[in-house]
């Protein structure tokens, strides 16, 4: 599929549709699917959100704040790319929360090369740290572009390695914000020679529950993860299980059963994470089909689920049945369909009307869970 730059007019109304409070990135496929185009899906929201007992209205970006987003990451050097544009990564485009648009600067040409990905340990150890940077600086020669999210620890090790060849940080918050401060010569590096990516809007500042977003960023952009020292409950291992997923190959370094950076890995290599102490581990896995980008010709942003338009009153009526069935436990949205005996486009309306009013939470494969 050929794929075109959206207009002016569009890309503004796809960056305030995606900066519109309680508008994730499968909400905002939903709502693009339902309605057609973002400028449709703004007109219906206030209704959308009023129906599932908001009391407050939706609070959506205007024209000139996101006029004003553009003209500051032009300034960065950063370009705004949406879903459906060229420039958007093809692998990223691949998994079912692919975010609408992202900001990318300025060597976007990285991001059409092979690509691997190495996360580990904020408090690395020493071995940990040159694991990591002699991993990160042979598969940077052998062509590889390395991703990581620009942390403490091991992420710092593998950029500052893999920089002369070719490195892209992802990182949570916005592009203007400089996170760890101690690594503001390093952003600003990767900036002037690399590729940094977020899908944050300028000035948001990172917080906790951003950087799990980015952590499938992080995936998203790579066929494979390799994972350096990480604790268990780590971020990394949440980066690892989102790559397992969207269908990534998982690489882990074991450790010492000593340490407690060592845990998370060595249960990786346990549920059969490669073992990986060398480049050469990596690239025997990933093969030349592996990294090669997605198929152009594969339309990946096309909707997850095809949304007819139910009635009011069929909405109304099934309403009841649908919260009932749902709880703090995620749930799958083909089970809610079985279980309250609800056609999928009610189903569907519903949960879009329960996001919208700040009641549900959707989780990765489909699933979802109310708000406690």
Known sequence: MRRAELS???????????????????????????????????????????????????????????????????????????????GY?????????????????????LLERPTVAIVGARNASTNGKRIAERLAHDLAEAGLVVISGLARGIDTAAHRAALDH????????????????ENATLQSEIVARGCLVTEAAIGTEPMARHFPRRNRIISGLAPGVIVVEAARNSGSLITARMALEQ??????????????????????????????????????????????????????????????NPSESETDEARRTILEALGPTPVPVDELVRRCQVSLPIVLTVLLELELSGRLERQAGQRVSLVT
């Open 247 to 308: 269908g990534r190959d998982v690489f882990a370094v074991p450790g010492s059963p000593l340490d407690p950076r060592a845990q998370g890995t060595n249960n990786l290599i346990r549920q059969g994470a490669v073992l990986t102490e060398t480049a050469d581990d990596v690239l025997q896995v990933l093969s030349s089909l592996r990294l090669k980008a997605a198929d152009p010709a594969a339309d990946a942003s096309k909707p997850l689920l095809s949304i007819e």
């Open 89 to 109: 990564p093809k692998l990223l485009r691949e998994i079912e929360d692919a975010p609408p648009v992202i900001a990318i600067g300025r060597n976007i040409a």
């Open 8 to 86: 002016s007019a569009e890309k503004i109304d796809w960056l305030r549709l995606s900066r519109t409070a309680g508008i994730g990135p499968i909400t905002f496929t939903t709502l693009l699917e339902r309605y057609g185009t973002a400028s449709a899906a703004l007109e219906a929201l206030p209704r959308l959100a009023e129906r599932a007992g908001r009391d407050k209205p939706v609070r959506i970006p205007s024209v000139a704040e996101v006029n004003t987003e553009i003209d500051k990451s032009g300034r960065l050097g950063l370009r705004l790319v949406a879903r459906p544009e060229p």
């Open 166 to 181: 070719g490195t892209v940080a992802v990182i949570a918050g916005g592009a203007d914000i400089v996170y760890p401060p």
